[in-house]
């Protein structure tokens, strides 16, 4: 479950977020179970941050840093992660149902039974990543990925 001080360092907004992990770089927040629906979290620095089971349903996550973030079993509908950092990061089981993936790096990201129905995958970037089991159902896309997905646009 989420420390309550890492939550009460968030909602105090990104910048102050960012300024906080920077004074504390050994410290690996835990918001795991988080209830981070619609929060604005553009460009917050969240690598190694485990959000298990976080729900951030329409949160905005554009241009975050979430490299080795636990995003496993986390609802991620409709949420915008345009141009996040999600190398390394742990998404198994994931809903990114509907969402905003364009420009997004999920290399080396583990993707497996996450479920990505309708999300928007134009420049995604997915160099070595784990899509085992995933849901790829209407997918936007370039035609560079389908060596990932396989047919056309």
């Not at 039974?113 to 928007?120: E, K």
């Amino acid at each position: 479950m989420a420390r309550q001080e890492h939550l009460y360092v968030l909602k105090q907004g990104t910048n102050y977020w960012n300024q906080w992990r920077q004074a504390n770089p050994k410290i690996q927040p835990d918001l795991s179970k988080a209830n981070l629906s619609r929060v604005d979290l553009k460009g917050a620095n969240l690598s190694q941050v485990n959000l298990s089971f976080a729900n951030l349903i329409s949160a905005n996550l554009e241009g975050a840093n979430l490299k080795d973030a636990n995003l496993s079993i986390s609802i991620l509908r409709s949420a915008n992660l345009t141009a996040a950092d999600l190398s390394n990061a742990n998404l198994t089981g994931a809903d990114v149902t509907d969402a905003d993936l364009r420009q997004a790096n999920f290399s080396f990201a583990n993707l497996q039974a996450a479920n990505l129905t309708r999300a928007d995958m134009r420049e995604t970037i997915l160099d070595a990543a784990n899509l085992d089991g995933a849901i790829l159902d209407n997918v936007k896309r370039r035609s560079g990925l389908r060596r990932i997905f396989g047919g056309g646009d």
